[in-house]
């Protein structure tokens, strides 16, 4: 992750939502929930995270590009992952 939980937050009080998309932190979150477990505020992280995909992907902001990624790495993936990472990742 390029910025921590925190540091998002502050970006969305702040509005900067070309700061947000750029960074890669909202689409390596794996919802694992410990940040919401340990958040002092007690925010639901998680779902802010899948919020702010949500947001990025309406735009047509895709993370995943399927023409880049190497046809190797396609062959040898389980279909699982490839099919959660393009729900996931992609509008």
């Known amino acids: 992750m390029d910025l921590l939980p925190n540091q998002i937050i502050q970006l969305v009080r702040l509005g900067l939502e070309e700061d947000i998309a750029k960074s890669k932190t909202i689409w390596l979150c794996a919802s694992c929930l ?3 477990v ?8 998680a779902k802010v995270m899948e919020a702010l995909r ?38």
């Not at 340990?38 to 639901?44: A, E, Q, T």
């Open 38 to 45: 340990r958040c002092p505020r007690g925010l639901d992280l």
């Open 54 to 91: 949500l947001i990025n992907l309406r735009k047509n902001i895709d993370y995943v590009k399927l023409a880049q990624t190497p046809h190797d790495a396609l062959a040898e993936l389980p279909q699982i992952v490839l099919v959660s990472s393009f729900r996931k990742h992609t509008a």
């Open 34 to 36: 410990t940040c919401s």
